[in-house]
């Protein structure tokens, strides 16, 4: 995320700064602040130029955004409505409905308006004025206010369900009413349901309330089942969809009973969750008969995934260790985490088959002299690294594999390993392992690794998962910098070691943001005992959830991973695994065995929260 930045110089500029590559960025800068500050027919003048000078242009798109919100606050629709014709956000879409409502432009409009307010999503309030004339038309009945209410339902958003149902006439909301309930407190009205088998209520609220108990209370679930299904409006198709809630219910909380609710359950071969849960479910539980029955019975796209490759052998392996070495050295030699599982199974070096790519530094200098490149390059040394990924695409988005490949050395020489790795996997290039696995901030790795003991490897492997080496990294839950911390969880750790307490915007400091990262690894690792997957799976998810994931009897680890409910959760354990033994090869080190990483994993390895 570029962070703007609060000393934009005053013009006239010098004839240096004129000729400055990206100086058109510093214009627009400028433009936009004024915009903030003192809006005016002078400004719109001079931003309609500056957009007419740059159109198409990356330069050109905050600006344009943002002169476009400020004519619709300013209602100046004779200059907004010819320029924002394709507008897609959904603010300047409905700034473009009230425009055509105010300036008079209503045929087609009531179609328009109806199509933004019936989606499924919170509609921006710049919408209001145009929906209050849909009210006075009439359009907004009855049957359209509760079709716009299914839709936030069917999307499970019951806060938006109920802000919507109340346009729905008494008449027709119990149902709806209903269904809300079912998704807000779906243990109760389950209940209810189960044992007042003559309240009505509709399949799909019924599937989708039993959906959500099954998967925060699959106990429940599980319990509420056998009568819910005596109910005489219970379908068999219905019938069907409880009882996959239930047996996925119960997996996702490692149950007792998830194998046999499988059990029960006719498999469609195309439902890919129930495929693959029944076999972890069976993992979980030790049955691994049972778990080579389902692996042999999933389709060919699934069975043949490394995954259940692995799996298969692991399964073949309960009865014959001697059967199962082919099958774990058909993918032993992959670079892979269930690749290195079966290498270790097998006592064999772990093969990267590292095969680096075409190092052309001629194409390079001709990719670095584009304009568009040299302006990337300046605007990322500048730190505004969403301003050269723009300018980037712009020049290589229809780019074919062998340039990305040449752009991809060209990013890592810039220290731009992001967009390096980035283009690298763009053009299908996975085998170049030591441009892929760059070790930048060296040293403020290795002076957390010191303090924290650590290992170097470890922490970049997470900063490298979690956020590409780029530094200004923000994420939807606001997590920042490096190593992704939310800044409350930052400003604790700091609080808890006598660090000095990081606000917002230090976080994307590197020496702030790897030490506290590291510093929070090692807190996870000590709370679990040095269990390093469960540490890696608390930093994802939380340390409360790897709490509700523990076994009740020591289980080995590669089952346990195998079943973290969360999939980001899950992969992200597996992937740091994998960049583990990546960072250890590229700095000439023997990499750790997975096996030796990865102890069993035992019911009270992690002390309550």
């Not at 839950?477 to 230090?506: C, F, I, K, Y």
Request: contains cysteine.
């Amino acid at each position: 995320m570029q962070r703007i930045r609060q000393h934009i110089p005053e013009g006239p500029d010098t004839p240096a700064l004129e000729a400055y590559v990206i100086h058109d960025y510093l214009v627009g800068a400028r433009l936009r602040r004024n915009l903030a500050v003192n809006p005016g027919e002078d400004l719109d003048i001079a931003i309609d130029s500056f957009l007419r000078a740059h159109a198409g242009q990356p330069v050109a798109r905050a600006v344009r955004r943002d002169w476009l919100t400020n004519l619709a606050d300013r209602k100046r629709w004779n200059w907004f409505l010819p320029r924002s014709t394709d507008a897609a956000e959904p603010q300047l879409i409905c700034d473009r409905l009230a425009g055509r409502l105010a300036t008079g432009d209503t045929a087609g409009l009531a179609q328009d308006a109806l199509a933004r307010w019936s989606l499924p999503q919170k509609p921006p309030d710049e919408c209001n004025a145009v929906f209050a004339w849909l009210r006075t038309q009439g359009q907004l009945t009855a049957a359209r206010a509760e079709d716009r209410t299914r839709a936030a339902l069917a999307a499970d958003n019951a806060r938006l369900a109920r802000e919507f149902v109340a346009d729905v006439p008494a008449t027709r909301s119990a149902p709806l009413l209903q269904w809300i309930q079912l998704l807000d407190a779906p243990k109760a009205v389950i209940a209810e349901l189960a044992t007042k088998p003559a309240t009505p209520v509709e399949a799909e609220a019924l599937a989708a309330g039993f959906n959500r108990l099954s998967v925060g209370d699959s106990t429940a679930a599980s319990s509420l089942l056998p009568t819910l299904l005596k109910r005489p409006d219970i379908t068999p198709a219905l019938q069907s969809r409880l009882q996959r809630s239930a047996a996925l219910g119960a997996a996702y909380s490692r149950a007792p009973n998830a194998i046999a609710a499988f059990s029960d359950l006719a498999a469609d071969p195309n439902d890919a969750a129930v495929q693959e849960w029944r076999v972890r479910s069976a993992l979980w539980a030790g049955d691994f008969a049972k778990a080579l029955k389902w692996i042999d019975e999933m389709p060919l796209s699934l069975s043949s995934q490394p995954r259940w490759r692995y799996w298969r052998a692991r399964a073949v392996a309960a009865t014959s260790a001697a059967a199962a070495e082919p099958l774990y050295a058909q993918i032993a030699g992959m670079r892979d985490y269930y690749g290195y599982l079966a290498a270790d199974r097998l006592n064999q070096r772990y093969n990267l088959a590292i095969h680096l790519s075409p190092d052309d530094a001629e194409s390079q200098a001709a990719l670095a002299a584009d304009p568009g490149l040299v302006r990337a390059h300046a605007l990322f040394d500048c730190d505004m690294a969403d301003d050269a990924a723009a300018e980037w695409a712009a020049v290589l988005g229809a780019a074919k594999p062998a340039v990305r490949i040449q752009a991809a050395h060209l990013a890592s020489r810039w220290g731009w390993y992001a967009q390096s790795i980035a283009s690298l996997a763009q053009a299908g290039e996975w085998d170049d392992v030591p441009l892929r696995y760059p070790r930048p901030y060296a040293a403020i790795v290795a002076d957390a690794s010191k303090e924290t003991q650590v290992p170097g490897d470890w922490i970049y492997a997470i900063m490298r998962q979690e956020s590409l080496f780029r530094k200004d990294a923000v994420s939807r839950a606001d997590a920042r910098g490096l190593m992704q911390m939310q800044p409350a969880t930052a400003a604790a750790v700091a609080r808890r070691w006598h660090l000095p307490v990081p606000n917002g915007e230090s976080l994307f400091d590197p020496s702030i943001a790897v030490k506290l990262g590291a510093v929070y690894v090692r807190e996870l690792l000590d709370r679990h005992k040095g269990q390093l997957d469960q540490s890696l799976a608390a930093y994802n998810a939380g340390p409360l959830s790897v709490a509700r994931w523990l076994p009740a009897n020591a289980i080995d680890a590669d089952i346990w991973i195998e079943n973290i409910p969360y999939a980001e959760t899950r992969a992200y354990v597996q992937h740091i695994l994998e960049h583990i033994v990546a960072f250890a090869t590229m700095r000439d080190a023997e990499p750790p065995r997975l096996s030796t990483l990865l102890p069993k994993v035992e019911p009270s390895s992690a002390p309550a929260p």
